[in-house]
Structure formats: C-alpha cells, structure tokens
C-alpha cells in the first residue's frame, strides 16, 4: 500500500497476480499446498482483496512463466504447448487451445509428482516415489554432496558433465518430458528453469534423451523443443498478462481498448 502510495498508482491499479511454486485452487483465490515454499499451504488470498480493494489473483509461477514464454517465442497460434520448468521441482505447465489447463480442482500439470515404480523416497509433497526426488535441483544437491562434495553446485556440470552420475540425471529428466508428450501429442514444448542454465548444463543429451523416449513416429517427428532463459522479469511479465486475462473475463470483457 506505501508503494503504491508513493509511487503515485494508488487508486489505479484493477487487478494484480501472484505466482507461487504451489497448488492453487480452481478460483485462484486459495493455496492449497506448497512443499518447496514453506509457509504458504492453505493461505487464503481473498484477504488480500479486502485489504487492496481490487482483485488479487494466485497461481502456480510455472503458470506465468509459460504464459511468458508463448508470448516470447510467438506461439500464441500453437494449440497446444508443454512447459517443463526444472528448478528446485519439477515444474510443468499445460497450455491447450491458447488456455492455462487447470484441470477439474485447478491443480492439473504436477507432472513433478507423477509416482516412480519401487521408489521408496519420500517427497516434500508428503507423498512417496514422485519423479521430483530424483528429477529436480533438490536431487541434484543431494547427487552433488554425496558424489562431488568438493564442487559448488553451480560448477557441478561445468567440472564433471562427462561423470556417468550426471548424465544419467539429465537422460532421467527426459522420461517425464517425454511421458506427457506422449500424452499430449503438442506443437511446442518450453524447457528451462534454473538446472537447465547452470552453466555447461548439456542441453544435447537432455534433447536427445527426450526423443528416444519420445513414441516412434509421431509424436517424435513433429517434436518442436525449445530452451527458454528466464530472468527475474519473465514470471513478472507472464504474472501481468494473467491478471489482464482474468480481469477482463471477470467484467464479461466491458471495458474499452483505452
């Protein structure tokens, strides 16, 4: 409220939007879980509305970042495009007919938590064998202290990409990917996230592992694989549109151009 205050927008802003690494529910108004995120699980963001006198919006910060994406690479005509976000978890976000896919309780696209057969470990999610325990940066840093204990985790590709270890995490991180491909048959898939840019990250062996996974011929001769780079302006941007977006399909689209 300073802030806007102070920066002379108070009174007109009409909508705003936040993105967490969250569950949220259909209305995007409630979180119901946030594993990587402590702090938020079932905070109720209706509040915020009372206390702004706007509408506040929440959604899965994988959400906004391929909303940005499809605008940043142009492919709001694409029917379908797949996000794959590999951070701390594995983010995944689903676009279909030019639409975020939320699935019937607004939770769809946790493609992180899809379950590993005879895995016994357990994910921050509560759950047990979720690909996330060995398809995200948690299990990097934990493959990084147990096999390279000497290297900082941001030169672990830089100093050891050739090590079996590690180019065995990059083809795993493939196999997901690949599986909701598989599924969904898209035009386009977005891959980034913070693993992904870790310097000498190789991108080759995680493409080329997509496609051996990928179902013979189709949908692997049409796949369309795109390396994103975010900066701290790309969930921003994605977060502004979606706020746009709800704002202008909350009041049935009756508002001009100006």
Request: hydrophobic share 35%; charged share 25%.
């Amino acid at each position: 409220k300073s802030y806007l205050k102070n920066s002379g927008f108070e009174g007109r802003i009409k909508a705003a939007a936040i993105g967490l690494p969250a569950i949220v529910s259909k209305d995007k108004k409630r979180v119901y879980s946030s594993p990587n995120l402590k702090g938020f699980d079932n905070a109720d963001f209706r509040s915020f509305e009372e206390y702004f006198g706007f509408p506040v919006y929440v959604d899965r910060d994988v959400n906004f970042l391929l909303h940005n994406d499809i605008a940043k690479h142009s492919l709001s005509g694409e029917t379908t495009v797949l996000g794959f976000y590999i951070g701390t978890g594995f983010g995944n976000a689903i676009s279909i007919g030019g639409k975020l896919y939320s699935g019937s309780n607004g939770v769809a696209g946790e493609l992180g938590h899809v379950p590993i057969i005879d895995s016994t470990d357990v994910c921050t999610c509560g759950n047990v064998g979720c690909i996330e325990t060995r398809c995200s940066g948690k299990a990097l840093e934990a493959l990084t202290a147990k096999h390279f204990p000497d290297t900082d985790i941001k030169k672990v590709f830089k100093e050891h990409k050739n090590s079996p270890v590690l180019q065995k995490f990059v083809r795993d991180l493939a196999i997901p990917i690949a599986t909701q491909i598989n599924i969904l048959d898209p035009d386009c898939c977005i891959i980034g996230g913070g693993v992904v840019d870790m310097e000498d990250f190789p991108k080759e062996i995680l493409s080329d592992s997509v496609r051996f996974y990928t179902r013979k011929p189709y949908p692997e001769k049409n796949l369309t694989l795109i390396f994103t780079k975010h900066d701290q302006q790309s969930g921003v941007f994605g977060s502004g549109d979606f706020a746009l977006n709800e704002y202008l399909r909350q009041i049935g689209n009756n508002i001009t151009n100006k």
